[in-house]
Nanobody, 120 residues
Framework: QVQLVESGGGLVQPGGSLRLSCAAS????????MGWYRQAPGKERDLVAS??????TNYADSVKGRFTISRDNAKMIYLQMNSLKPEDTAVYYC???????????????WGKGTLVTVSS
């Protein structure tokens, strides 16, 4: 089994900061890309940021300059969120594309999500 567990969500005032964490565990041979998606009420789930095993990053235009994704080992990523806005309110999901063995194909896994609420 593979698990992705997010932490760090909560309530923050506009202009504030939060740091999300995601830990992958279980039977994992290699992780290709890890990232964060978010889903606001009544909206689709959209990519926020991703980071490859080589450290290449990709951000949604709406968060560039405010959010930073980082990876401190092969199975742990963070999302530092600064200058938060009410429109950043959403459930944030961690995702990973990984191989469970040298012979398997890459598969996407998802965490259960953590709620971020930006409100005064």
């Amino acid at each position: 089994q593979v698990q992705l567990v997010e932490s760090g969500g909560g309530l923050v005032q506009p202009g504030g900061s939060l740091r999300l964490s995601c830990a992958a565990s279980g039977s994992i041979f290699r992780i290709n890309v890890m990232g964060w998606y978010r889903q606001a009420p009544g909206k689709e789930r959209d990519l926020v940021a991703s980071i490859s095993s080589e450290g290449s990053t990709n951000y949604a235009d709406s968060v560039k300059g405010r959010f930073t994704i980082s990876r401190d080992n092969a199975k742990m990523i963070y999302l530092q969120m600064n200058s938060l806005k009410p429109e950043d309110t959403a459930v944030y999901y961690c995702t990973a594309n990984l191989y469970r063995s040298p012979f398997s194909s890459g598969t996407n896994y998802w965490g259960k999500g953590t709620l971020v609420t930006v409100s005064s």
